[in-house]
């Protein structure tokens, strides 16, 4: 999610940005009450999700046996009371069948167990993924950039100001990650650099995730790439392809202008894609290129991003075959996507646009958190009934309907019940777009500080990195070596500019212990996490 910050002590009150013409942009603060206005159409959505292909599968499997089973009968000509003689154990002569019926009812039942075995849905893999870690000397602390900014001339006094006051609140540490172009004194922000900041990453992380799943990159089917502000042609697809020298049938696909949650809409675009094309791997590439998306202006609703957003990107691959199924981490089990661009206030409250002077940047309307807010509630109401035990769904009706009859008879207020979402899941992997994002969020779904922590160290070592914050945490979640049972849940939550926000949910396959990490962005640092950030 495009970044938001405000000082310490207005996390509950509305943040105001004036702009070099005086004008107040105004952002509310705060998510609004979960139970507030839940639609029980959402609610069904998530009951229709639950019926999975698998399961009606799985009953259509068994209704066409019973019409077999009834045929084979009928055509067998077995009489009605000669059926109970089957169960009391009595011999019943079956040399009088015909051998033509005999040989039709088989028939009928080999053609529905393979017409079953050619149609079930099968279970899509993670396989492995990665991260991709720049070079040391493209590190930089949070004064080295402030001071980058002040270099530049770009900027006016308040603005550099501003600048200093958000960076040391954001959540930020001194080793965050920028490209060459933009710590090139002057600055150079060209496509030649773009390409090379594109190119190091995704071949930084592909290189990685080959070495460690020892897959070929000939063995790759689909690949779906996902960058929302960079989309030169060729293609980023093609920038892979042709680097790898990928097979010439390969499925590729190149999605832009998505933000933030395009990570989670490219895994789900992956399942379905593999839904349809058994034994078959997908590779998943999520990046942003901050090069050409710099901003050198004074409107400060578009100078965030310079604040928050750093350098850097995730691959992950994703099978279907069964033989891959015993070396793969995780199994997905659901995907969840919200998409509330029908609203103009949605579809325009993270906008790309031209300031006053025509200098181009990425603007956050004052309505964004209570945009968020109602997404991340359509989302959470889609997904409750998919993942929740049947006590929390309970309670949530209950007072649901509490509420609703308090209302009509003009009695108190119901305090809500935010359902326990740690019932449902054992790890959190929540997008790392902004400090008070992740507050309001674990205040909201009463998270505690260690759920949250993979958030926040990824926000610190890292920064905001768009899409591939997911993979960050939870290569922080396995380095640690939180993920210790088979049957673990990690839920990702991601939102996006559009307005847009998903989930995807996993159950660990295996105990995933640090020496089953290979190649990890943390284990360098692991040692220092976590940190107690402090905020002036």
């Given amino acids: 999610m495009e970044p938001i910050e405000m000082d310490k002590e207005r996390l509950t009150a509305e943040m105001a940005f004036k702009d070099e013409s005086s004008a107040v942009i105004k952002i509310r603060r705060g998510l609004p009450d979960f139970l507030q206005s839940v639609k029980l159409k959402y609610v069904k959505l998530g009951y229709g999700y639950s019926c999975s292909p698998r399961s009606a599968m799985v009953f259509r499997f068994l209704v066409a046996l019973a019409f077999a089973a009834a045929t084979m009968f009928y055509l067998t000509r077995i009489q009605l009371d000669r059926i109970p003689q089957l169960w009391t154990g009595q011999t019943v002569q079956l040399e009088s069948i015909h051998a033509a019926t005999r040989l039709a009812g088989s028939a009928i039942l080999v053609l529905v167990f393979r017409l079953y075995w050619s149609k079930r849905s099968r279970p899509v893999y993670l396989v492995d993924f990665a991260c991709y870690q720049p070079e040391d000397e493209r590190k930089l602390s949070v004064e080295s950039f402030l001071k980058m900014s002040e270099d530049s001339g770009e900027f006016e006094n308040e603005t550099l100001h501003f600048q200093r006051r958000i960076s040391c609140r954001s959540g930020l540490g001194d080793n965050t990650y920028f490209p060459r172009g933009i710590t ?109 998306n710099w901003y050198f202006g004074n409107d400060r609703s578009m100078l965030l991003c310079n604040c928050i957003f750093r350098m850097g990107g995730a691959a992950v691959l994703l099978s279907n075959r069964p033989g891959d199924r015993a070396r793969s981490k995780y199994e997905l089990l659901h995907t969840v996507r919200t998409h ?153 939550i991601a939102f996006g500019s559009g307005f847009k926000c998903n989930s995807a949910v996993w159950r660990a396959l295996r105990p995933i212990n640090q020496s089953d990490c290979g190649p990890n962005p943390w284990l360098d640092s692991l040692h220092r996490y976590p940190v107690n950030v402090k905020y002036p």
């Fill in 184 to 292: 090139s004194n002057p600055p150079n922000l060209c496509m030649k650099e773009a390409r090379a900041e594109a190119e190091a990453v995704m071949f930084g992380a592909l290189d990685t995730l080959f070495e460690k799943t020892g897959v070929r990159p000939r063995d790759v089917d689909i690949l779906i790439v996902n960058c929302s502000l960079f989309n030169p042609t060729p293609s980023l697809t093609s920038m892979i392809v042709n680097h790898y020298k990928l097979r010439s049938d390969i499925k590729s696909y190149n999605l832009g202008g998505m933000g933030c949650s395009a990570g989670l809409i490219s895994v789900d675009m992956a399942k379905n894609l593999l839904k349809a094309n058994p034994n078959s791997r997908a590779v998943v590439v999520s990046t942003e290129n901050i090069t050409l």
């Fill in 340 to 492: 509330r661009g029908a609203a103009d206030n949605c579809y325009k409250c993270v906008y790309q646009r031209e300031d006053d002077k025509g200098t181009v940047g990425v603007s956050l309307a004052r309505e964004l958190m209570e945009v968020a807010g109602d997404a991340l509630k359509t989302n959470i109401t889609t997904l409750g009934p998919l993942v929740l035990p049947l006590s929390e769904q309970l309670k949530f009706f209950m007072t649901y309907l509490r509420r609703k009859a308090a209302m009509m008879m003009g009695a108190g207020k119901v305090k809500p019940y935010i359902p326990d979402f740690t019932k449902a899941f054992e790890h959190f992997c929540i997008h790392a777009g902004g400090r008070a994002v992740l507050d309001e969020l674990q205040q909201n779904l009463s998270l505690s500080d260690w759920h949250m922590e993979p958030s926040r160290m990824t926000l610190h070592r890292f920064g905001n990195t768009s899409s591939s914050s997911l993979w960050y945490e939870l290569a922080y979640t396995e380095a640690k070596g939180r993920v210790s049972r088979r049957g673990h849940r990690v839920w990702q």
